[in-house]
């Protein structure tokens, strides 16, 4: 091949799930000896509306974008759509093959998740119905079939739209809806982004989380991540392997395969399990809110008098009540907070040990060394030298 | 009465009456323990594995094997679970072969091909089975003309459950005669036990090649994995590449083909395929210093008996095994596959599962 096929991808780059769906083609061009000339907008929405100018050989696009399937339809060039699934068949557009990450086996491995965390009571946080995201619908649809047909209680919620105008009273309604539910209850929020919200009214409504309220978003999101206090479970889309197929499926059709009739919906390839869903069921509320307070200030030097004060108790009866359920000091708890934030950063930043050490709690970067040495047996450094992973970011 | 007290300590079996041989023999079951909780049951019908209970992210215990409930199903069964497969495991073209110049016609039980050591292969024989230095030893004769196969063949099989979560595998075998050889356990996985479907499972397979196929799933050549629906190189749902549009999986409905793993065979176990199940969060890793690695997804089992009256359906389970190349006496490395007099043939397989995240 002398010419280079020339595509667009026609992905909102912005997003997670989008740069996994484009690095998956890269993958699959960087895995055969297939070169194609990759056109990609900053606009992409711009890009969508004059395709027709394009004078490409082939397309990838998100169909997820509702402007998608009209603005592609009479294209004389392949067409590879990339999207939601839909539980009813004939929402699919017709003609083009499609790669679908499967929602509803992503809501179903959020749901058999927080069954197996031992939650008996399930609710869903969605979005409000909006032709730019079918798919939270979909995931919605998905979440009522389960409970249906589990016979399970279960309450479903769409709040508002995330816009900057509204949000004070978003929030207000969000807190409202959180304290009114049964506990406790398992939350599956339709993305990260709404998974985010219910931790943060979590904290304003001061419900112990996830004691309470176990929280599982989709995306595995490294922003989401980074934006909450408590490290949040998710369930990872398999975006990457969507790239791939779509990729190939292009790369059979611009050798003159058919693939018109082909749709394959990939299901999630993983759940990053974090502290937002590890339910154990606590006897003791003194323990209960003791938790929920080390797991948001933990990092910020406090001891065991201030985690006293704020459950109300006397530090003795807070040791009584730590030593029966948890085996353990409430200062113990505190330095396995502190150390575990430490071993995550550690691992998953580039951030240097020095400043690790002051953002963990610790008040001095050789008292963490000591507390590392004693509880790990390694330095820092020697944690880091093994566990780093290679260009990090 | 006194009941012995479980030693936790001692992670070796002891046995116990299973069920019976149509001509009334018993058979018996052993039981192996690790320090992590998870225990194999293996039986002296074939060696088959009949159960593997290994704990899941949260630490409860559950199966990953698939199984029948009965010796008679095992016996009657022509899906080899979870049995030790030999003389020959997978296929010989038209069941015949030279060996020394001297042309043989072994048992045709695949469509007029040979499969997985004939209709009464190792996996339906009675192996002795003694406890071994913490693990257990299988041992099985191979009379000459077995399977019709020639020579007297001896195999002995080491089994172990490690507190890594592996069971390890090391096989010798030696023969008075040249003969053919490739032996393979043949368990089913479903990591999950709580959905009888294998498709969401995401492998990963450490191969650049693999064995394209024709309609008697005989090799008819090697093909690169690159950019096809058999690159598993990095880790992908198994349900979702069964609808890429490739001949190859048309051809058998799914899966089942032989990888060439890389890294050098007979040097040692290196990791050939790691299988994860995002539910329960357990992981198979699968090292073995053999050069071919089947990946059968398991559309066939429909039918099948399961252990509690129930049935199998299509993609219920998925099988990797670890063997030599199918029909690879008829090839160009037939001496490869070749065991003589005076030689030990030997094999190095770990299952190990574990949890991940």
């Given amino acids: 091949m002398t010419n280079p096929h020339r595509i667009a991808l026609l992905f909102n780059a912005n997003k997670v799930y989008d740069r996994q769906v484009i690095a998956g083609i890269g993958h699959y061009l960087n895995s055969t000896r297939v070169e194609w000339d990759l056109f990609m907008e900053e606009d992409f929405r711009s890009r969508m509306r004059d395709i027709h100018q394009f004078k490409g050989d082939g397309v990838i696009a998100d169909f997820d974008d509702p402007e998608a399937p009209e603005a592609l339809r009479d294209l004389p060039i392949p067409v590879v759509a990339v999207g939601g699934s839909y539980h009813d068949p004939s929402a699919y557009p017709a003609g083009v093959p499609y790669i679908a990450t499967d929602n509803a086996r992503l809501v179903r491995l959020a749901y058999d998740h927080l069954i197996e965390q031992g939650l008996g009571r399930f609710a869903f946080y969605g979005l409000p119905p909006n032709p730019g995201s079918r798919w939270a619908q979909e995931r919605e649809q998905a979440f009522r079939a389960i409970v249906e047909a589990e016979a399970v209680e279960a309450t479903v919620y769409e709040g508002s739209p995330t816009s900057a105008g509204g949000w004070g009273e978003a929030v207000e309604e969000l807190v409202a809806w959180l304290t009114a539910l049964p506990k406790p209850i398992g939350i599956i929020a339709t993305t990260d982004a709404r998974a985010r919200q219910i931790l943060q009214a979590c904290v304003i409504g001061d419900i112990p989380v996830p004691e309470q309220v176990a929280i599982v978003g989709i995306d595995n999101d490294p922003m989401a991540q980074l934006l909450t206090r408590i490290p949040l479970t998710s369930v990872i889309q398999g975006a990457e392997e969507m790239g791939r197929t779509a990729a190939h499926l292009l790369h059979q059709m611009l050798r003159g395969v058919d693939c018109s009739g082909t749709r394959v919906l990939v299901p999630p390839v993983g759940i990053n399990v974090q502290v937002s869903s590890r339910y154990h069921p606590v006897r003791s509320p003194h323990v209960m809110r003791a938790s929920h307070y080390i797991r948001q200030y933990g990092c910020l030097g406090i001891k065991t008098e201030q985690v006293a004060d704020y459950v109300g108790v006397s530090r003795t009866v807070l040791e009584e009540h730590f030593k029966r359920e948890l085996k353990q000091t409430v200062h113990q708890v505190i330095l396995k907070h502190k150390l575990d934030a430490a071993c995550d950063l550690i691992a998953n930043s580039d951030t240097p040990l020095a400043d690790i050490a002051l953002r963990c709690g610790f008040t001095s970067l050789q008292y963490m060394y000591a507390v590392f040495r004693r509880e790990y047996d390694c330095t820092p450094r020697q944690y880091l030298d093994l566990h780093r992973t290679a260009g990090a970011t | ?357």
């Fill in chain 2, 1 to 357: 009465m006194i009941v012995a007290r479980q030693e936790r300590s001692m992670p070796v079996s002891h046995a116990t009456a299973w069920d019976h041989l149509p001509d009334g023999r018993p058979l018996h079951r052993w039981t192996l323990r690790n320090a992590a909780g998870a225990q194999v049951e293996i039986s002296d019908l074939g060696g088959t594995l009949l159960s593997w209970q290994v704990p899941d992210r949260q630490g409860r215990l559950g199966e990953v094997l698939l199984g029948h409930a009965t010796a008679q199903q095992y016996l009657d069964s022509n899906a080899y679970m979870g049995g030790i497969v030999g003389r020959w495991a997978n296929r010989i073209r038209g069941g015949r072969f030279r060996l020394d110049g001297i042309d043989y016609r072994v048992d045709r039980n695949d469509g007029g091909n040979h499969l997985h050591g004939g209709t009464d292969g190792f996996h339906r024989q009675r192996w002795d089975v003694e406890s071994d230095d913490g693990g257990l030893l299988l041992r099985l004769v191979s009379p000459e003309g077995d399977g019709g196969f020639p020579g007297e063949v001896r195999v002995e099989l080491r089994v172990r459950l490690d507190d890594d979560g592996a069971l390890d595998l090391r096989y010798a075998a030696t023969s008075d005669a040249p003969t053919p050889l490739s032996l393979t356990a043949h368990p089913y996985f479903n990591l999950n036990d709580r959905r009888p479907d294998i498709r969401d499972h995401v492998i990963r397979i450490d191969a650049d090649a693999f064995l394209a196929i024709d309609a008697g799933a005989i090799p008819v050549g090697r093909q690169e994995v690159a950019g096809s629906a058999f690159d598993f190189r990095e880790a992908a749902p198994i349900g979702s590449r069964l609808h890429w549009p490739d001949p190859q999986l048309r051809l058998v409905g799914g899966f089942d083909h032989c990888y060439v793993p890389r890294g050098e065979a007979g040097a040692g176990p290196r990791v050939v395929a790691v299988v994860t199940e995002p539910s329960s969060g357990r992981r198979l890793t699968v090292e073995t210093d053999r050069p071919g690695l089947q990946f059968y997804s398991g559309q066939k089992l429909t039918g099948q008996p399961g252990r509690h009256g129930d049935m199998y359906g299509p993609f219920a389970g998925f099988a990797l095994e670890t063997q030599a190349f199918p029909d690879q006496v008829n090839g160009p490395d037939a001496e490869g596959a070749i065991l003589r007099p005076g030689t030990v043939w030997r094999q190095h397989t770990r299952y190990r599962i574990d949890t991940a995240g």
